[in-house]
């Protein structure tokens, strides 16, 4: 069964910085093209960024410039590093592949931006 862990998530002042990190199980990983979701209260979840197995990414327009996904095969990991963070990005954050898995979606973690 495949399984992700996703981590790194809290409450951050406007234009602060967090780094998520999502270890997955399972060997599919590696050639993989995973994607970092979220979803903010009464909205629907999406797309913020993507990378592909050969290190390939695209963003969507609300975080680009801000957020920078990456991963290590090695450790079977993909980060999300977010910078200059807004109390838009308020929502819980979220990895899977893209398109995503039904049964591979976890618990996310919480990214709460607030003052």
């Known amino acids: 069964q495949v399984q992700v862990v996703e981590s790194g998530g809290g409450l951050v002042q406007p234009g602060g910085s967090l780094r998520l990190s999502c270890t997955a199980s399972?060997?599919?990983?590696?050639?993989?093209?995973m994607g970092w979701y979220r979803q903010a209260p009464g909205k629907q979840r999406e797309l913020v960024a993507g990378?592909?197995?050969?290190?390939?990414?695209n963003y969507s327009d609300s975080v680009k410039g801000r957020f920078t996904i990456s991963r290590d095969n090695a450790k079977n990991t993909v980060y999300l590093q977010m910078n200059s963070l807004k109390p838009e990005d308020t929502a819980v954050y979220y990895c899977?592949?893209?398109?995503?898995?039904?049964?591979?979606w976890g618990q996310g973690t919480q990214v709460t931006v607030s003052s």
């Open positions: 399972g060997s599919f990983f590696r050639t993989s093209t």
């Open positions: 899977n592949t893209r398109p995503p898995l039904r049964a591979m």
């Open positions: 990378i592909t197995g050969g290190d390939n990414t």
